[in-house]
């Protein structure tokens, strides 16, 4: 079964620090990986994602991730953080499961708070 | 852009009630989505929908059943609510191909007393 986890639950930095969330997965066939945000009071929306070619993909807002197949991972980066990336990011895996229907799991959230 | 809506923002039953929560989607998408998101615990899938009439199941779907006889709506029934089904309900609808992406509902929190 896929799994994804997520490795910090609740990270705090300060305006103009960089970012790294890591996120690793669990599944032995191909993958579609996922970066989603959710503002406070607001929906889960896209950040970005990566289906294949260039491991390293760039999102909205700055964000971009690494796919490292080897290692099962797509971590979250951004250079320089602005009190607005406050906010929980959730790492998603689209994978099939057993029956050959695609499923889509999450991690279990990592919570940043950028301090000012 | 898509819209998915979540029939209720705040929901309070008792326990040993019989629970609808309703989802429409806008887009003729397939594909939806049951999550519960709980702190500490990410979101959590439940059920899922390929096609009308279609269900699989999630990772937790123990105390759920779904109903999807349209298209564009998908529903997640509760069939006797215990307080720790008490949750926010997510509802997501999917667009596939090289755009691919979830659309979220704006949540549905229940509580169970």
């Known amino acids: 079964a896929q799994s994804v986890s997520q490795h910090n639950h609740h990270v705090i930095l300060s305006e103009a620090a960089s970012l790294e969330l890591g996120c690793n997965y669990s599944?032995?066939?191909?993958?579609?990986l996922f970066w989603y945000v959710q503002y406070p009071g607001q929906h889960l929306q896209l950040l970005l994602k990566?289906?294949?070619?260039?491991?390293l993909v760039k999102g909205i807002k700055g964000f971009e991730a690494e796919f490292i197949k080897s290692k099962f991972s797509f971590n979250l980066r951004k250079p320089s953080v602005q009190w607005s990336d406050t906010a929980e990011y959730f790492c998603?895996?689209?994978?099939?499961?057993?029956?050959?229907?695609?499923?889509?799991?999450f991690g279990i959230g990592t919570k940043l708070q950028v301090i000012p | 852009d898509v819209k998915v809506t979540q029939s209720s923002r705040y929901l309070v039953k008792r326990t040993g009630e019989k629970v609808f929560l309703e989802c429409v989607q806008d887009?003729?998408?397939?594909?939806m989505f049951w999550y519960r998101q709980d702190p500490g615990l990410g979101l959590r899938l439940i059920y899922f929908?390929?096609?009308?009439?279609?269900?699989e199941k999630g990772d937790i779907p123990e105390g759920y059943s779904v109903s999807r006889e349209k298209k564009e709506r998908f529903s997640l029934i509760l069939e006797s609510a215990s307080t720790n089904q008490t949750s926010m309900y997510l509802c997501?609808?999917?667009?596939?191909?090289?755009?691919?992406?979830?659309?979220f509902g704006s949540g549905t929190q229940l509580s169970v007393l």
């Open positions: 997501a609808s999917r667009l596939q191909g090289p755009r691919e992406k979830l659309f």
């Open positions: 599944y032995g066939g191909t993958v579609n």
């Open positions: 990566y289906f294949s070619g260039d491991p």
């Open positions: 998603a895996v689209n994978a099939q499961n057993s029956g050959g229907y695609q499923k889509v799991t």
């Open positions: 887009m003729d998408h397939e594909n």
């Open positions: 929908s390929y096609d009308v009439k279609m269900k």
